[in-house]
Structure formats: C-alpha cells, structure tokens
C-alpha cells in the first residue's frame, strides 16, 4: 500500500520538481511548498540514459523525515530496475520509469509487487503508441514536455496534441479515474493552461517555483492558471 496519499486520480495537482531547488538546503525547500503541494517530484538522473546526474534513495530517506508529501520519483534512468527496491525502502510512493529503456511490462510489474504506485514516462519525440499498450498496467502516464535531463528549459507545445490522444486515450478505456496525467517540463503560469486543457491533472514545475523569490505563491499562480485551461473549451 502507498504510504502517502496520491489524491483521487485525475484532480489537479502541483508537484513542484527540486531540479531547481539548492540542493544545499532541500528540506528547506520542501517545507516552502508544504502548504501548497499536492506532491513532491524529485528527478532521479543517472548520467546515462541522460547526461546529468542528481539524487538517489539515500536523499530519499532523508528528505522522507522532512515531509508527508506523496513522493513522485522520476527515474531518468537507463537500469531503473536495479533501484526500485531501494526507491521504496527509501520512502518513495510512486516510480515512474520511460519506456525508452524497454522491459517495460517487467518494471511497471516490479513497482507494483513493491507497493509503489508505478508511472510510465515518454520523451517529446516518442509516440503516443509506445505508451498505449500499457496504459492498463499503470497508475500514471508522464509526457514529457521537453527533453530529460535539466531544469530551466523552454516548454514543448508539439507535445500538446499526445496529451490530449492520451487523454482520450484514457476516458475511452475507463481508465481515467485510476490514472493520472502528468507533464513535465517548462510548466509556468504561460504554459500550464495549455497542458490542462490538453487533459494533463499533475503539473510538475521546477525553475518556474523554485527559480522564483517565493516559491509557495509560484505555484499557486501556476495551479491558478490551469484551473483557468480547464475551464476553457478543449479536449478533456
Ligand atoms: C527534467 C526534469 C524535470 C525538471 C523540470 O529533466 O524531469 O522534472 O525539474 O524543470 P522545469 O520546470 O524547470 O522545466
Ligand atoms: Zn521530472
């Protein structure tokens, strides 16, 4: 069983990334957003399958001691297997790994044999077919919305259409209340409306809240913002 609270699948929620927090001091950073996120993603980068390196469940565990914020792990990794275990003994809720890396059957298996809830990830330019076969075996689908590996850059609207095939994708198999919706990458008060009417409910935002004086205003504005895109004409 998950440990901390998911919220119910397709709600809006602010999971702000600490991609662009200062890493020396990430409990302080996860207690500016206390109040105000739904959860908390924290990018795991194995300086292989993308050229940067950051966290691993040793940070995990400490910063579980910090929060009771569910813990979205995104592991931008090529050998996420290896670490799965670790993830959940470190405190992790949910793991999300990209199909890019295969066996994917086999790790969306393993999470959930772990108790975390298991979250399937593509890059802008994987198509939304790799996903769809194993939409029934997941908990949430991440379309990313710029290229892994670093925060701070631009927002990619060609991805806009596959979020909104997948949101389809979702309402037509009867999965949308189980599964959850999630874009990353370049999300800011801009950009959000825009991935929220596509159908997108779990917005990840790094540089746009912790690049920013006070990051708990930052991602109110940014939640604002996308109620605003849900509440406009557009695939839902
Ligand atoms: C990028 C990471 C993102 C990153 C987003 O590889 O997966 O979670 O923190 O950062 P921004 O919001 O700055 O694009
Ligand atoms: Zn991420």
């Not at 194995?46 to 009771?68: A, E, M, W």
């Not at 746009?208 to 913002?225: S, V």
Request: aromatic share 6%; hydrophobic share 45%; proline share 6%.
């Amino acid at each position: 069983m998950v440990a901390h609270d998911p919220g119910t699948a397709g709600a809006l929620k602010m999971a702000p990334s600490l991609l662009s927090a200062d890493f020396g001091g990430l409990a302080e950073a996860v207690g500016e957003v206390a109040g105000v996120a739904d959860w908390l993603h924290l990018d795991v980068m194995d300086g292989h399958f993308v050229p940067n390196l950051t966290i691993g469940p040793p940070v995990v565990r400490s910063l579980r001691k910090h929060s009771d914020l569910y813990f979205d792990c995104h592991l931008m990794m090529t050998d996420p297997g290896d670490y799965l275990e670790a993830f959940a003994e470190a405190g992790a809720d949910g793991c999300t790994v990209h199909v890019e890396v295969g066996r994917t059957d086999e790790l969306l298996e393993c999470c959930r044999a772990l108790g975390l809830r298991a979250g399937l990830a593509a890059n802008p330019d994987t198509p939304f077919e790799a996903l769809e076969p194993h939409l029934h075996r997941v908990d949430l689908v991440l379309c990313m919305t710029v290229f892994p590996g670093f925060g701070g850059q631009s927002f990619m609207e060609e991805v806009v259409p596959k979020v909104a095939q997948m949101r389809a994708a979702l309402v037509e198999r009867g999965l949308a209340d189980r599964v959850d919706l999630e874009v990353d990458g370049g999300i800011d008060e801009r950009t959000a409306p825009a991935a929220a009417r596509a159908g997108a409910n779990v917005l990840v935002a790094g540089s746009a809240i912790f690049g920013r004086e006070r990051p708990w205003e930052a991602t109110e504005a940014i939640r604002a913002a996308a109620v605003r895109g849900r509440a406009s004409d557009g695939p839902r």
